[in-house]
């Protein structure tokens, strides 16, 4: 008798439905039979979506093609985030994807740039992302020409309805059956298993294994299998949103925008047809239309609709696979848009799904393996977004000083002091952000080193500043070769269409 499992139902569609769909039909389909249930009367909670460059693995694992993937989701290219006001009022940097620099003799570069500072420029002199993006360029560029250095590290903002719907599209095609409908019930067997769904005209959709991602409610996952969840509000305090967009306005930016407000934070993110804005506060400290004030006080561009309220609480399920439900997306958890993360999150689910999917039989060790690593991972996450919250400045302000007041999780402790201590930055392999992207945040967010490493002493004084004006300009000159953002969407436009 055949051990494989040979059904699948997800519940709810949006981006982690249709990007579960796509992937698993790609990766199992035609040998795993799927099916999407989805109610055309529910909405989807984004209205723009920011991604890191993660997402180019699933793109790959797809088969998407880049130009085609932006024309039909209004898509931009992103280098970075920008963090506005986040450490102290009037300060700005930017967390830039791809490398800061170059190491030299197994020292991370950061060493030598701290040894020197007094006349090596700006840290951000050293990434050719942040020199694009604040250029507004971008060019398909993966090495500097003649050079070691590497080039642009790339990620996308597009519109989450748009994306999903041309998600569902590809995903059918390869196979997968869709049902509009609403869940009225989800039946379980003698042992707690679910063992189908019941939709609210009678029919029952029957599987040996299911999918959740049905957003917050987490229908299966908490409605049925009453998984818990592990709250962090005491760590991001942040519990309510608004969502509005706006006229696109020039130029075209490649990258978003995170602006520190009184009780939270407002994003940007740059579409080709309009710009995706929203607000994330914490209601202990603000009321709901002073929120709404601010977020309009603040847009670009003229609003183009009501913004819509979205509330949650910051945390994850204390189990990721319960019996033989996974769930996905919002069901699982919620770590607010801060990093771009919620897209990686729901990548990386389907992925460990994928090389841990189960079969008829004991599945205890791949369930227990699959829970451990996806913890782990939004635990990364979490200490990351803390930080930047922690590491403020911002004294007199209620909020601001709650969370630079506020108890910190053990691991992010250590990783500060370690930073403050010798500029150490030690990351798991399994972290999502690398030494990079701590090194810009925690400089970024006013953490200084009291010490560098005594090897960058070796290398004499001369051969250092060489080293790091030779880097900058290469950089530099780099970066001003670069088209004009807007002017590459529309040449990749006209080549997809």
Same mark, same amino acid.
């Given at each position: 008798m055949s051990q494989e499992v040979r059904s699948v139902?997800?519940?709810?569609?949006?981006?982690?439905?249709?990007?579960?769909?796509?992937?698993?039909?790609?990766?199992?389909?035609?040998?795993?039979?799927?099916?999407?249930?989805?109610?055309?009367?529910?909405?989807?909670?984004?209205?723009?979506?920011?991604?890191?460059?993660?997402?180019?693995?699933?793109?790959?694992?797809?088969?998407?093609?880049?130009?085609?993937?932006?024309?039909?989701?209004?898509?931009?290219?992103?280098?970075?985030?920008?963090?506005?006001?986040?450490?102290?009022?009037?300060?700005?940097?930017?967390?830039?994807?791809?490398?800061?620099?170059?190491?030299?003799a197994y020292i991370p570069f950061h060493h030598y740039w701290l040894r020197d500072q007094a006349t090596a420029g700006s840290l951000w002199d050293y990434s050719l992302n942040w020199l694009a993006a604040k250029q507004a360029r971008f060019g398909r560029v993966e090495r500097i020409p003649d050079t070691p250095l590497a080039g642009l590290l790339w990620a996308y903002h597009f519109d989450a309805s748009l994306y999903a719907a041309y998600l569902s599209r590809l995903a059918q095609s390869n196979g997968v059956r869709r049902i509009d409908g609403k869940i009225s019930a989800v039946l379980q067997d003698s042992d707690g298993d679910v063992r189908a769904l019941r939709l609210e005209d009678g029919r029952e959709l029957a599987a040996e294994f299911f999918i959740d991602c049905t957003g917050f409610r987490g229908l299966l996952i908490e409605g049925a299998l009453k998984t818990g969840y592990e709250d962090w509000s005491h760590w991001l305090p942040c519990d309510r949103a608004l969502a509005v967009p706006s006229a696109r306005i020039a130029p075209l930016l490649p990258y978003t925008r995170s602006t520190a407000l009184e009780a939270g934070w407002q994003w940007r993110i740059p579409l080709q047809h309009r710009t995706g804005n929203g607000h994330v506060y914490c209601s202990a400290f603000t009321s709901d239309e002073r929120a709404k004030d601010l977020l309009l006080a603040n847009l670009d561009g003229e609003p183009q609709a009501e913004p819509r309220p979205i509330r949650f609480t910051t945390g994850r399920r204390k189990l990721f696979w319960n019996r033989n439900v996974v769930c996905m997306g919002l069901a699982s958890g919620f770590l607010e848009p801060l990093e771009s993360t919620s897209i990686h999150l729901i990548q990386v689910t389907i992925q460990r799904l994928i090389l841990l999917f189960p079969h008829h039989g004991d599945n205890e060790e791949r369930r227990r393996e699959f829970n451990r690593s996806a913890a782990a991972e939004y635990e990364y996450i979490r200490d990351f977004i803390i930080l930047h919250y922690f590491a403020n400045q911002r004294v007199g302000e209620p909020f601001w000083d709650a969370c630079r007041n506020m108890s910190i999780p053990e691991s992010l402790r250590r990783r500060i002091e370690l930073f403050r201590?010798?500029?150490?930055?030690?990351?798991?392999?399994?972290?999502?952000?690398?030494?990079?992207?701590?090194?810009?945040?925690?400089?970024?967010?006013?953490?200084?080193?009291?010490?560098?490493?005594?090897?960058?002493?070796?290398?004499?004084?001369?051969?250092? /500043?060489?080293? +790091?004006? !030779?880097?900058?300009?290469? =950089? %530099?000159?780099? /970066?001003?070769? +670069?088209? !004009?953002?807007?002017?590459? =969407? %529309?040449?990749?436009?006209?080549?997809?269409?």
């Open positions: 139902v997800i519940a709810g569609g949006g981006t982690a439905g249709w990007m579960t769909a796509a992937a698993l039909a790609r990766v199992l389909g035609p040998r795993l039979t799927i099916t999407l249930v989805e109610s055309s009367e529910i909405g989807i909670v984004g209205v723009g979506e920011a991604t890191i460059p993660a997402i180019a693995q699933y793109n790959r694992l797809v088969k998407i093609d880049e130009d085609d993937f932006l024309r039909h989701t209004q898509g931009t290219f992103k280098l970075g985030i920008e963090f506005v006001d986040w450490y102290e009022k009037g300060q700005a940097y930017m967390h830039a994807f791809g490398p800061v620099g170059r190491d030299l201590e010798t500029a150490g930055i030690f990351c798991s392999p399994d972290d999502l952000f690398q030494l990079t992207s701590w090194l810009q945040v925690l400089w970024g967010q006013g953490v200084r080193p009291r010490a560098t490493h005594p090897f960058v002493e070796s290398v004499a004084p001369g051969d250092r /500043a060489g080293y +790091l004006q !030779d880097l900058r300009r290469l =950089i %530099s000159q780099a /970066a001003q070769q +670069l088209p !004009d953002h807007a002017q590459f =969407i %529309s040449g990749s436009r006209s080549k997809a269409g």
